[in-house]
């Protein structure tokens, strides 16, 4: 068949007249199918497969596997993070910025990102630092600077944390400019309904980027030594709780640490441009992007105009585990 042809199936399949066509149908859309999934998505997937695969095989060869793992479950389910999620969700019921019921429907279905976060994200998340920190180290050995090896731990330690936040803020920003990487994150933004839970309302696909960019000033700062797996988790823990359902705007403190009512701002249903940082505002504040938010200001509304990706608050409800198949299968598609 020619590509006029299938082009032309495609036309009659828009105009719901494919059906005259019934005795062909199958093959013929399985055509149009695959010429329908999205490049650039595939291409992304493929790339976390592979830093994927060489943490594995890097990992197995040295016995440590199951050692690595479960210290990536130890710093990203910590029970630090677990007591905070909790604590915000009963801040939320008390002090609520929007009120809500508790099993309202955004929460429901960003109940079942935080399950698919423990049982697939934190592994791959793991994995994605050990990988991308493997592949550099095996590529890019020159990149590490040796003599922060005689620099105090209390100096440096702080340096690198400051300077992954950076590297996060720039995979933010790149989430936002290119679309192969915006099909993933508007997942995120998707939301109508934010609570603490929303933090964990990210296609796994969308981490990629930020995880190569994070290991980057590890690999040049501290190419020997590690960060203490708490102070981890309080990173963690402070990029988790700017979801909250909460007008916390953190006083002094939010015009350096991201607060709620800062990171609202950036979930604006109209524009996102704006408060990019994840746990630190200074980028924000250097490249001008920066909005702090006060007190007085009403509660805006946080989703995306027009729904680009598929909703739990449109329409009737759909069951939450079939809905979050289809965002996670939307990034993939072409007609959006
Ligand atoms: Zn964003
Ligand atoms: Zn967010």
Redesign the pocket.
Known sequence: MSASQVEQLEQLEQLGQLEQLAPARPQRLQRIEWRRLCLSSVVLAAITALILWAAVADLLQQGRLAAVLSAGWGELAAPLLIALVVATGICERIWPAEPRPVLARGHVQDACYLALHAAVVIPLMTLLSVGAASLIGSHARWLELRATAHWPAWLIIPLTIVAMDAANWLAHFADHKLEPLWRFHAL?HSQEELSVL?SFRAHPLMHTTGFILATIPVVILIPTRAIAPVLITIYVCIGTL??ANLRWTFGPVGRVIVSPAY?RL??ATDNQAVNLGVVLTIWDALIGYARFPARRHPVGRTGLDGRPVPVEQDGPPRPALLLLADQLAEPFRTHR
């Open positions: 995120h929303t700017q979801h990171h950036h979930h």
